[in-house]
């Protein structure tokens, strides 16, 4: 994808409010418009919220004044200040408005039980007191409002905030989870259809190597590619898009699998945006691609004749 057309797509996505989901927009017109399809409008929707948001929760976690007030006005339950309409307001993810509000409540609530006024106890806290100290007994309370002991009115916001929390509601993690499982299956089943054969990350770590892409070529391969020939020792499955991003943050990755077992090739499933780091991977050793090589793209090389053949 052409950065102009991945700018024009994230303008779009960026008038979506926290609950509005991505059906609002007219996917099959924006998708033709940027020629692209909407499953990969889909992926960069998903990743491009979780980073955007991201970056807003960490914000307001640096300001333990904000949360104060946020949480006081939660804690008043007058119309217009619940999980979601605050969320609303700080233009914040409703999941995690859900998670820095829950959390204030656990770290608070012996106070605010005794009497304490909501927003002055929660001015006590420390940034930890509002994201980590507490995330697993608020990821609880998220998945299981009604059976983790809270006021039946938290119960009841958490609840309503959680059905439409979209990409940071606690399934949100299980879904990506299994669309990872599943695109490895689909990585496996080219490497089958092109004759080729590996060994797993499974079966590498049993092997006792902890940093391990998803397969290692038994024998490296040739794949044609702008019309050079990148050599393949290794493939990686990305069931994600390739944004500048998320390239940047899985570059790393990539380079340490490049160290420990020579160049190789990652599949960003659902697209890759044509910027600078993809160049500068592939001249590292890393090549970027967006679906698997077509199998007259592929040269294997015979290691006992020290030939190659081109599928």
């Not at 509005?20 to 491009?48: N, P, R």
């Not at 420390?126 to 608020?138: A, L, P, T």
């Not at 689909?186 to 499974?202: D, F, I, P, R, T």
């Amino acid at each position: 994808m052409d950065p102009e057309a991945y700018e024009a797509i994230v303008k779009e996505l960026d008038k979506l409010r926290p609950d509005e989901e991505l059906g609002m927009l007219d996917l099959a017109h924006l998708a033709a418009v940027c020629g692209t399809s909407a499953e990969t409008i889909k992926a960069l929707h998903g990743q491009y919220f979780r980073q955007k948001h991201g970056f807003r929760h960490a914000q307001l976690l640096d300001n333990i004044d904000e949360v104060g007030a946020l949480f006081g006005r939660w804690c008043a339950r007058r119309e217009g200040d619940s999980i979601v309409d605050l969320a609303i307001e700080k233009d914040l993810a409703i999941g995690l408005m859900a998670r820095v509000l829950l959390s204030a409540f656990y770290a608070t609530r012996d106070k605010v039980e005794s009497g304490s006024d909501p927003a002055s106890a929660a001015l006590a806290l420390g940034r930890d007191d509002v994201s980590k100290r507490h995330s697993k007994i608020v990821t609880r309370a998220m998945e299981r409002p009604h059976d983790v002991g809270l006021p039946p009115w938290i119960a009841d916001q958490v609840a309503d905030a959680v059905g439409i929390a979209g990409h940071y509601a606690p399934v949100s993690g299980v879904i990506r989870r299994i669309a990872g499982v599943e695109y490895e299956h689909v990585l496996q089943e080219h490497v089958a259809n092109a004759g080729l054969s590996y060994v797993s990350e499974k079966k590498l770590t049993e092997l006792g190597q902890s940093i391990t892409p998803d397969m290692r070529l038994d024998v490296p391969i040739l794949v044609v590619h702008a019309g050079e020939h990148k050599i393949i020792n290794w493939i990686e499955s990305k069931a994600s898009f390739g944004d500048p991003s998320t390239i940047k943050h899985d570059s790393a990755q990539f380079v340490r699998y490049r160290e420990r077992a020579g160049p190789g090739l990652v599949i960003y499933w659902f697209g890759i945006v044509a910027c600078s780091l993809v160049v500068e991977l592939a001249q590292e050793g890393v090549l970027l691609m967006d679906g698997f090589p077509p199998h007259d793209h592929i040269v294997q090389i015979d290691p006992s004749a020290g030939s190659s053949s081109q599928r």
